[in-house]
């Protein structure tokens, strides 16, 4: 592949906004960074004229499910394909991110660890960069258990971190709380004991692993910072009442520096969320307003997959609601840029349009800091260098 230029009318590098930018990529990777009237093209490289538009790094979903469809009934859909079918599915779901400019997704939970293969190149053509997890670890019967990873006990969660490890897998996913997809299970109701989650986070760290929580309930969000998750996905703070703000849970989320996966975004369709969700969006809201204003670290993973209101993509819409609880825009971008690319794990090399980094790339029109709706239209796309058609 030889040197391309992409030229544009201004740029977000993952940091700060700036204008008239030439960006230079050579082997999948951004060589320069120009800006200015002054930036020149070499005379090597291909020109990419995007006039009008805004060079933003490749968005980053820190939490998604490829295996689920989107549909009226994912569970039963995925419970139906086999292996082959549910690859499949899971490929044209990651098609999709990467169409949306969605260049790296976190897959926090799969079946039969199919995210690793997609991730390993099993399926040919350009595909987001995949961060895979795996089945969840979940108790018997648990939250989402038909995806395989039950386990019980201090020596159950054990295995079953080390099976993972063994496997490959980037990150290990725990069901700290109950979910609403899953009959049987209560979403404001811990799962696993403190003595369980503490040998699940050790096992994890000693082989090298971060390890996130599933947890809506206020009691599964208490246990998993005592036991020192590297990450909480949702945490609702839920109790059986509704949500209950603890401000001591709060500033411990910030001391530790525990990253907060916010399950923003709803996507317009004649299937909303569930009403108990309905009637809780509100508190949601306050809840990470005010987690946001105390120094909570919040990335955008917004459970993509699991309904028609969470479709494949669903960033662009978790990008405006997270702004429209107080989030400044230029906030809202480095955190599903840098930030998100930190927390999974690749601030090295995604999240920025810097020299050294991976040339994923999202062009939108007009300016993303006066109006965020842009990134739903996306003009173009680039994954290591290559341009998306």
Avoid at 66 to 87: E, H, K, S
Wanted: with cysteine; glycine share 12%.
């Amino acid at each position: 592949m030889g040197r391309i230029a992409v030229r544009a009318a201004a740029l977000f590098d993952g940091a700060a906004s700036l204008g008239e930018p030439v960006v230079l990529i050579s082997d999948g990777c951004v060589v320069d960074v120009a800006c200015g009237p002054r930036a020149s093209v070499p005379a090597d490289a291909e020109l990419v004229e995007l006039p009008g538009a805004t060079l933003l790094p490749g968005l980053v979903d820190t939490h998604v499910h490829l295996a689920f469809d989107a549909g009226r009934d994912p569970v039963g859909a995925l419970v139906a394909r086999a292996d082959d079918a549910l690859l499949a599915t899971m490929a044209d779901a990651a098609r999709a991110q990467l169409r949306a400019g969605v260049t790296t997704v976190r897959d926090l939970g799969d079946r039969g660890y199919l995210a690793l293969g997609l991730r390993d190149g099993a399926v040919p053509g350009p595909l987001p960069t995949i961060v895979a997890a795996g089945p969840p670890i979940t108790t018997p019967g648990g939250h989402c258990h038909f995806l395989g990873g039950e386990a019980t006990g201090v020596d159950g969660v054990r295995a079953a971190v080390r099976e993972r490890a063994e496997r490959g897998v980037d990150v290990v996913k725990v069901m700290a709380s109950g979910g609403e997809l899953t009959p049987g299970s209560v979403a404001c109701e811990p799962q696993f004991t403190p003595d369980e989650l503490r040998a699940l986070v050790d096992e994890a760290h000693r082989c090298g692993l971060p390890v996130t929580a599933h947890s809506h309930a206020l009691d599964g969000i208490r246990n998993a910072v005592a036991a020192g998750f590297d990450g909480i996905e949702h945490c609702g703070f839920r109790t059986a009442d509704g949500v209950e703000v603890d401000p001591d849970l709060v500033a411990a989320l910030a001391r530790q520096r525990v990253a907060v996966g916010f399950t923003g975004g709803i996507a317009p369709s004649d299937v909303p969320p569930p009403p108990q969700i309905r009637r809780l969006l509100p508190a949601f809201g306050a809840l990470y307003s005010r987690m946001w204003q105390e120094g909570v670290l919040i990335v955008l993973g917004t459970d993509a997959g699991i309904g028609p209101s969470k479709p494949h993509p669903t960033l662009p819409y978790a990008a405006a609601h997270l702004a429209s609880l107080g989030v400044p825009a230029l906030d809202v971008l480095r955190t599903c840029t840098a930030t998100a690319a930190q927390v999974c794990g690749l601030g090295e090399r995604k999240g920025r349009i810097a020299p050294g980094y991976d040339a994923d790339l999202v062009a939108v029109p007009g300016d993303p800091l006066a109006d965020l709706a842009v990134l739903h239209e996306p003009l173009a796309v680039f994954v290591r260098g290559e341009r998306i058609r």
